[in-house]
Nanobody
């Protein structure tokens, strides 16, 4: 069982930066693949970024490549999402997700555990 708690969201102007954190409980954090998803009002939850258990492989949706960076610190049971050059279209609730095993997926249904979400609002 894994419990996830996100933090770091807020209001930022376009072009600004935020760093989201996702703290996980449990002693086997390092055996879980992790991901960030986001959901804007009236839209489906969509994939943002993911990282394999070892941290060696990362994946991003095209719209955030070059602007967002996902990383993890297994010693701290934490995964991060550094978001730079933010745009108004990045406004959404951001969710942290986990699944057992090494591989990551872009589909929300592949993930077993979810955090409560953190709001990110980017003003123009």
């Amino acid at each position: 069982q894994v419990q996830l708690v996100e933090s770091g969201g807020g209001l930022v102007q376009a072009g600004g930066s935020l760093r989201l954190s996702c703290a996980a409980s449990g002693r086997t954090f390092s055996s879980y693949a992790m991901a960030w998803f986001r959901q804007a009002p009236g839209k489906e939850r969509g994939f943002v970024a993911s990282i394999r258990w070892s941290g060696g492989s990362t994946y991003y949706t095209d719209s955030v490549k070059g602007r967002f960076t996902i990383s993890r610190d297994n010693a701290k049971n934490t995964v991060y999402l550094q978001m730079n050059s933010l745009k108004p279209e990045d406004t959404a609730i951001y969710y942290c997700a986990a699944r057992g095993g090494s591989y990551t997926y872009t589909t929300p249904s592949e993930y077993n555990y979810w955090g409560q979400g953190t709001q990110v609002t980017v003003s123009s």
